[in-house]
């Protein structure tokens, strides 16, 4: 039986290359920040802020860059929130410390990038990682320089090290 120009052999085959290339082709899969581990990674960098007497605001973003827990701190200033989801996105977008994208701006101003919409140039956030894969970002604003703000950051993605295994 011939079909359009094909066997029934050639047929059989053209179909069982698709049905392997469809089997192929699963869809990939990949991690991603729970609610409670990205709450305990907010409360971390929060508590080792308010140890330092420091008013900050944290924020948790995720995969895609979505908020996924954000803290405005007692006393904190009313532009500390805003600035931690951008910190906190800017780390995310481009898997670096927002530190490391501020000195990226800095030796070449006419990039572009930093007028990227909610994308900031401050130190303060970190990515969270899982081996080479980033899951989201911290960021943290209030402390009294980003390098404060950072070592916050750092100490809430230390503290949920092992939920991030």
Known sequence: MKLKGL???????????AQTLAASAELPTQKTLSTPVALAIAQGAYEACT???????????GLEGQVLV?????????????????KA???RTFRISSGEFAQRVKDNPTSGQVNLSGVIAIQGA???KV???VLGAVGVSGAPGGDKDEACAKVGIDKAAEQLK
């Open 126 to 128: 970190l990515p969270i």
């Open 51 to 61: 140890q330092q007497g420091y008013h900050v605001s944290v924020t948790v973003v």
């Open 7 to 17: 066997s029934s052999a050639s047929l059989s085959v053209a179909l069982l290359c």
């Open 70 to 86: 954000g803290l405005r701190g007692d006393g904190a200033s009313p532009h500390t929130f805003e600035n931690s989801q951008r």
């Open 89 to 91: 996105y800017t780390a």
């Open 131 to 133: 081996g080479d894969q």
